[in-house]
């Protein structure tokens, strides 16, 4: 059971980037996903998560309108889709597995390792 991010990058403030988390020895479209993200020196904070099975989604209020949750269940492969991207997204980004969606890191128990995101302004 493991989940893999990717995508992150060097960004220009107003720019995008789009991460994935591919899962792999289980069938993610069974579980809720979510997206967290952890600057340094501050706690693990719930960006965004997506449910199953209905795939209802779910937003921090710092994100809203700006990022997308969304998966691929053929390829088994979650995405967070993120626009407008200010200084302040920046942070390690990572992925996880879940029964239902949270904003509390506690609830999830599979974590991929992360991808870093910088936005410079």
């Known amino acids: 059971v493991q989940l893999v991010e990717s995508g992150g990058g060097l960004v220009q403030a107003g720019g995008s980037l789009r991460l994935s988390c591919a899962a792999s020895?289980?069938?993610?479209?069974?579980?809720?996903i979510g997206w967290f993200r952890q600057a340094p020196g501050k706690e693990r904070e719930g960006v965004a998560c997506?449910?199953?099975?209905?795939?209802?989604?779910y937003y921090a209020d710092s994100v809203k309108g700006r990022f997308t949750i969304s998966r691929d269940n053929v390829e088994n492969t979650i995405y967070l889709q993120t626009n407008s991207l200010k200084p302040e997204d920046t942070a390690v980004y990572y992925c996880?597995?879940?029964?239902?969606?949270?904003?509390?890191?506690?609830?999830?128990?599979?974590w991929g390792q992360g991808t870093q995101v910088t936005v410079s302004s």
């Open positions: 996880a597995a879940a029964r239902h969606c949270s904003g509390s890191p506690a609830g999830y128990g599979t």
């Open positions: 020895g289980f069938s993610s479209d069974y579980y809720a």
């Open positions: 997506i449910s199953s099975p209905d795939g209802n989604t």
